[in-house]
């Protein structure tokens, strides 16, 4: 952080949910927070920055409900999509694991835990290789 100070650790919530969800035997290493306002999107795209594609990604949606689309491991072939609601959680692992995914749009208004709306998305992952 610009604080110089180090992250906070994750919530333990979280890496119970992480436990539950992600059948990987290694705790997450980072936890990826994004907002998104009403009108934001984000384009179709992999996680692929880690070294251990091995381990899953874990998203958790917060927040506005939002279009989710989620194709193949290469740009070409269909799509489909997907209404997360606040709570949701997708994991992409296995064969999944570097699939194109992105948000198409955001719902205004369709969660009250924001008070200013919007959503927030929390993806936890593996960084490095265990070893």
């Not at 997907?82 to 994991?91: A, T």
């Not at 194109?100 to 369709?110: A, E, K, L, M, W």
């Amino acid at each position: 952080p610009v604080t110089g100070e180090p992250w906070p650790p994750i919530p333990e919530a979280l890496l119970q949910l992480w436990r539950e969800v992600s059948a990987y035997p290694h705790p997450p290493e980072a936890c990826l927070v994004n907002f998104y306002s009403a009108d934001a999107k984000m384009g179709l795209h992999q996680d692929r920055d880690e070294k251990d594609f091995a381990a899953p990604v874990v998203s958790v949606s917060l927040g506005d409900d939002c279009l989710f689309r989620v194709g193949q491991n290469m740009r070409e072939g269909g799509t489909k999509s997907f209404r997360l609601k606040s709570g949701d959680v997708v994991v992409l692992g296995g064969d999944g694991r570097l699939c194109f995914h992105g948000v198409d749009r955001i719902y205004p208004s369709t969660s009250a835990l924001l008070k200013n709306g919007g959503r927030i998305n929390l993806t936890l992952r593996r960084v490095t290789v265990p070893g």
